[in-house]
């Protein structure tokens, strides 16, 4: 009899723990699915709109400081732009002077490399002016030797000496041509004011007008600029 009590207290007691155990994982499920259908249920509200609320005291000033701020910064911007426009017409301004400052001296340049050559071609130009006196004094003494007397067997001595003196006038006039004095002869040439210095007009009707007919005395030219002008006679030509 008390084994059977003990064996039935045993099974009731069993049979509780088995029916806790299932009752547990019944009721997550129950939760479970009460959730869920609160999720899917929809909600309703009222149709009344909800009371605005009023702005907050605060807000006001921070809204004036915020215009104020916003006004400060366009104020700045404009003063910002004003100095880029002064700068960017100063820099062109500097741009047009250096521009202007290098073309000045590339100018000075080249005028100062123009004075140094005519300073280095016409050193001589003095010493030149006194020179030609004593070509001309050659020229002189030859014209006067009579045709004659050149002939060496007739006069061999005075036909020595024309010859020496002839050679000697070569020699100078070469040497004196490269240094850039040389003597031209007009003779033919039409007159020309910058060349030539007339001494006297006659009328020639052979002869075209302005033409120059007769070399009183030759000129000189140094390195292509007129250093003494030949003196001639010029033709009339037809009245």
Do not use: C, W
Not at 47 to 69: D, T
Not at 100 to 118: G, H, P
Request: aromatic content about 6%.
């Amino acid at each position: 009899m008390f084994r059977h009590a003990v064996v039935s207290t045993v099974a009731r007691t069993a049979a509780s723990q088995q029916l806790r155990s299932l009752a547990i994982p019944a009721a997550r499920i129950a939760v479970t699915a009460a959730v869920r259908q609160s999720i899917r249920t929809p909600r309703f509200y009222s149709s009344e709109a909800a009371p605005k609320e009023e702005p907050k005291k605060e807000e006001a000033p921070k809204a004036e400081a915020e215009n104020n701020a916003s006004s400060e910064i366009q104020k700045q911007v404009e003063e910002l732009k004003t100095q880029l426009e002064a700068k960017t017409k100063e820099a062109a301004d500097f741009k047009d002077k250096f521009l202007r400052s290098v073309a000045d001296f590339r100018n000075l340049q080249e005028r100062t490399a123009r004075e140094v050559k005519n300073a280095k071609d016409f050193a001589i130009q003095k010493f030149a002016k006194d020179l030609v006196e004593s070509v001309d004094n050659f020229e002189r003494a030859l014209s006067m030797v009579p045709a004659e007397m050149r002939d060496p067997a007739k006069n061999k001595e005075v036909a020595d000496l024309y010859d020496g003196m002839k050679m000697t006038e070569d020699i100078l006039l070469k040497t004196l041509k490269r240094h850039g004095l040389e003597k031209f002869d007009p003779m033919g040439e039409l007159f020309d004011p910058n060349k030539h210095e007339a001494t006297f007009h006659v009328h020639m009707p052979d002869k075209k007008p302005n033409e120059v007919f007769h070399v009183q005395q030759k000129g000189f030219m140094l390195n292509g600029r007129v250093l003494r002008a030949a003196q001639v006679g010029v033709a009339k030509g037809e009245q």
